[in-house]
């Protein structure tokens, strides 16, 4: 349901946005509010101060970031504890070398790294260590990708701003020369083109800062924070269970565990399911 959100919202973000750009009179969109120039400097210059302020590697998550946000969706935490349960089952019933029969059909990415560290690991101290820092490592990631997304969100406004400054300079630099009755008309005219162009330039390069800052950056950096909490909800799950595994818990045990990490109804349903 997250990129059916995320999707819904940008729709609706949109229609809004459009249909306030609507004469009703005429029933067209207003042109005034499509601005190459203005357009360029905000954009070109949120992107060229991320490119200054941030490495290449990390510029990249800025595209995998919204692919992530219109497209992942956070891992169920109860397939996971079903999961888990299968595999406690499985390891009291066979032993723990059962389980490594099962590595390669894990769909989870940090299951299949966790049950490889599980039996590569003999000290259950030094695999929690490793799983932690993981999972630590992960979590890194995650909060520098939210940052250039942060960080892009108070760019677009700036620039918006020295748009509307360049904009206010065109206007008032701006003049009528000496010269002839016609001459003077003919200045006149594009002396009031040129503040037209200032005016509209100065107006909607604020509007696209304020539009890209608030509808794309910031509610681009929340979304990758929910999904970034749940996977690490759902890591520690994994955490936990792998540690379990390692420590030969019943499976009773195990599910006793497992199940306080999720809410009440979830905890309802999942106990019928693995009864």
Do not use: W
């Amino acid at each position: 349901m997250s990129k059916l959100a995320s999707i819904i919202g940008l729709i609706l973000g949109l229609v809004v946005v459009l249909f306030n750009m609507v004469d009703f009179k005429s029933g067209q969109l207003l042109s005034a509010f499509f601005n190459l120039q203005a357009l360029l400097v905000v954009l070109g210059g949120t992107f060229a101060a991320a490119f200054i302020n941030y490495p290449l590697n990390q510029i990249a998550c800025f595209f995998k970031g919204i692919g992530k946000v219109l497209v992942a969706e956070p891992e169920s935490e109860s397939k996971i504890i079903e999961q888990l349960m299968y595999l406690s089952h499985l390891a009291y019933t066979k032993g723990e070398l059962a389980l490594e029969k099962e590595i390669e059909n894990q769909s989870d990415r940090f299951l299949t790294f966790a049950l490889t560290e599980m039996m590569i690991y003999r000290d259950e101290e030094h695999l929690r260590l490793s799983l932690e820092n993981h999972l630590n490592s992960m979590r890194m990631r995650h909060l520098n990708c939210q940052d250039v997304f942060n960080n892009m969100a108070s760019y677009a406004p700036a620039f918006g701003m020295m748009g509307t400054v360049m904009g206010l300079i065109m206007m008032m630099t701006s003049q009528v020369g000496g010269g002839d009755a016609a001459n003077v008309v003919g200045q006149s005219e594009n002396m009031l083109n040129s503040l037209l162009t200032g005016m509209g330039l100065a107006l909607v390069t604020t509007f696209y800062g304020v539009l890209f800052a608030n509808f794309i950056f910031i509610p681009m950096a929340g979304k990758l924070k929910v999904l970034s909490d749940a996977e690490v909800v759902k890591d520690e799950i994994i955490i936990y269970g792998v540690m379990g595994l390692k420590q030969k818990l019943p499976p009773l045990m195990m599910k006793e565990s497992l199940l306080s990490y999720v809410n009440h109804k979830t905890k309802q349903k999942l106990d019928l399911e693995l009864h």
